[in-house]
């Protein structure tokens, strides 16, 4: 049985067999083989599968918890970003997209996870939050609450993804607003060029 280390669009930690391209963790949020917190902190990472041919055992005491994301895409939705050690090309990339985008000075890693935070989550809960944004404009790699699903934005289309991957498609439409899942800070992060990894099963 697959066990419960992989997440959603919606930042939700569950149990699938779908493969991840990336790793990642939002601190020791396990005891045992068990999920018990939704996260202890605000430093939500993607990492690399591998890194420097490091083995770390899954479910260690002490340790963060190792969390799996279909795809970069994916993972940003829910509310992460890219590690500073391992992905520091992304990681750079990302920082000069916030910059372009946002404006001001390169922000700190802390200012980063902090506003990241603000974004995903209500005050003091861990119930996800969620924006309003129109259609037209949305970028590629964005992912949005269409019909009660998560839908990435690709293009003309908008297509349905679950725990199992990428589904059906919907046209994407030409006007009106949407309820967007990835957080604006990574939206604008996207819209101003930031190159996102999307799975090839989400092209039709």
């Avoid at 997440?7 to 779908?18: F, I, K, Q």
């Avoid at 999920?35 to 340790?63: M, N, T």
């Avoid at 993804?161 to 604006?184: D, E, H, M, Q």
Wanted: glycine share 10%; proline share 8%; charged share 20%.
């Amino acid at each position: 049985m697959p066990e419960r280390n992989r997440v959603t669009p919606l930042g939700d930690v569950v149990a699938t067999p779908l493969r991840g391209a990336w790793t990642g963790n939002r601190g020791k949020i396990h005891e045992g083989h068990e999920i018990v917190r939704f996260h202890s902190g605000d430093l939500w990472l993607i990492c690399e599968l591998e890194f420097r041919g490091i083995k770390q055992p899954q479910w260690a005491p002490h340790h963060y918890t190792f969390l799996f994301f279909h795809d970069e895409a994916v993972a940003l939705a829910a509310g992460h970003r890219p590690c500073a050690e391992c992905r520091r090309g992304s990681y750079v990339s990302y920082l000069e997209a916030w910059t372009d985008a946002l404006g001001g000075p390169r922000p700190s890693a802390g200012a980063v996870n902090a506003r990241l935070h603000s974004e995903r989550l209500y005050p003091r809960t861990h119930r996800r939050r969620l924006h309003e944004g129109r259609f037209v404009g949305l970028p590629d790699g964005a992912f949005v609450l269409e019909q009660d699903a998560p839908r990435l934005v690709l293009g003309d289309a908008l297509v349905e993804w679950s725990p199992n991957g990428y589904g059906p498609l919907i046209s994407r439409p030409r006007s009106g607003t949407a309820t967007v899942i990835t957080p604006p800070a990574t939206l604008a992060v996207l819209k101003a060029g930031y190159p996102v990894q999307i799975d090839a099963s989400a092209y039709r």
